[in-house]
């Protein structure tokens, strides 16, 4: 079973940013949270992962509360092809720990 | 840097037939997965190869499913006889480990109909 909690949908109006949450209360401290998404009729895509910092890259940014008990993905600027299924996993980062995928977030960005 | 391939990319077949998919992951990965995608779910684990060596199967029905990666390249699944409830998206992904990052990458999968 999947360690984490999102909200089933969410809607954003493009241009805007989009705040996808996760809860993740029993995460380890080993453990990674990482985000992945997957647009209609194409495999899931890396996004970002962390451990216990904030981290940012060119597709966005993962805020991790200092509990770590759960974490956001911000979208800065939403544009209609952000529209997908976000999917939060935490994961020890081990040699053979596989990826655990729950139902995700579907995000719908609106013009 | 070529993407994971996957073929084919529709099958549709009828319940107790066989079927086959097949995968080449990206050059130099060398952990495969094999995931299963019913429609409104997110995606399932089946198999997890490192190298030609399989590290985890505990979520592949091994009655009639089956996976091979010989030579530690390509890989193949193989259901047989297919079962209704077999209908969905079978993913494939590569990943190598750098770091702290065991970022996978996933090819466009092949659909499964069976009726």
């Known amino acids: 079973d999947a360690k984490t909690t999102q909200p089933t949908s969410m809607d954003c109006a493009e241009g805007r940013a989009a705040n996808l949450p996760c809860n993740h209360s029993?995460?380890?401290?080993?453990?990674?949270v990482y985000w992945y998404r997957q647009i209609h009729s194409q495999g899931p895509q890396y996004i970002i992962h962390g451990l216990k910092n904030n981290e940012t890259n060119e597709m966005a940014s993962l805020i991790i509360t200092e509990d770590r008990k759960s974490s956001t993905l911000i979208l800065p600027h939403a544009t209609l092809r952000d529209t997908a299924v976000y999917y939060c996993i935490v994961r020890v980062n081990n040699y053979g720990q596989n990826f655990v995928f729950g139902p995700g977030t579907r995000l719908s960005v609106l013009p | 840097e070529a993407g994971v391939a996957q073929s084919p990319r529709y099958k549709i077949i009828e319940k107790r037939q066989s079927v086959a998919f097949w995968c080449n992951p990206i050059?130099?990965?060398?952990?495969l997965y094999w995931y299963q995608q019913i429609l409104g779910q997110g995606p399932k684990l089946l198999i997890q190869?490192?190298?030609?060596?399989?590290?985890?199967d505990s979520q592949l029905p091994k009655d009639r499913f089956s996976a091979e990666r010989l030579k530690g390249v390509d890989s193949t699944l193989k259901i047989q006889p297919a079962k209704l409830e077999d209908s969905a998206v079978y993913l494939c992904?590569?990943?190598?480990?750098?770091?702290?990052?065991?970022?996978?990458?996933f090819g466009p999968g092949t659909r499964l109909t069976v009726t």
């Open positions: 190869f490192q190298n030609n060596g399989v590290v985890d």
């Open positions: 050059s130099g990965h060398a952990t």
């Open positions: 029993t995460i380890s401290e080993n453990e990674y």
């Open positions: 992904a590569s990943s190598r480990e750098v770091g702290d990052s065991y970022e996978q990458y």
